[in-house]
């Protein structure tokens, strides 16, 4: 659930992760994602991983804490179509292509409950 952090946070004290919440397309949309990744990752290198779209980044948090945060924001979370508002490529981790999301209100909603 969560990688544990470079620091060392001390004997009496619970460690710290570092965690992020992704959403997962449907497994027919999947498919039809790794296959453009696979494609993209042969011609310009990168990591394989699977098709997501990052709804919370990377936050570091005690391990109850990150639960009881994931499990609020899911409270009466219901299913939502996101947009994609344009696309970008960066180099965050990796030289990447970013499909960005429209920001609508249930987009930023949840990502703003499981940020505090």
Sequence with gaps: MGLPRARESGRDTPPEFVYSVWALPPDNLALRLRTV???????????????HVTVVGVIALMEDDAVGKFRAACEGLRAYTATVDRVATGTFFYPCVYLLLRPTAEVVTRSVLTNH
């Design 37 to 51: 990744m696979d494609g993209l990752r042969l011609e310009f290198g990168g990591p394989k991983f699977e098709p």
